[in-house]
């Protein structure tokens, strides 16, 4: 998923956003990367602490740049 062309104003991404966007896609996620700011980095971290096993991906498949 990818925001950074969008014209209208986007929601903030915190850990509820990240869980609402990524449920669905559960057991199908392959890799996820994750470039931005260092407060966006350490949103994604934290979020991934809880939600990276029911999203059924492992440490390893995440990248936070």
């Known amino acids: 998923m990818r925001l950074s062309d969008a014209k209208e104003k986007q ?3 915190d850990k509820a956003f ?4 990524l449920t669905p896609l ?3 996620i392959k890799k996820v ?3 931005g700011a260092p407060a966006l980095n ?3 971290d934290r ?3 809880e939600l990276a096993p029911k999203l059924k ?5 995440i990248e936070i740049l």
Request: include cysteine; aromatic fraction near 20%.
């Open 11 to 13: 929601p903030r991404w």
């Open 18 to 21: 990240i869980e609402k966007e």
């Open 26 to 28: 559960a057991g199908n």
């Open 33 to 35: 990367y994750v470039c």
């Open 42 to 44: 350490e949103t994604f």
């Open 47 to 49: 979020a991934f602490e």
């Open 57 to 61: 991906v492992e440490w390893k498949d």
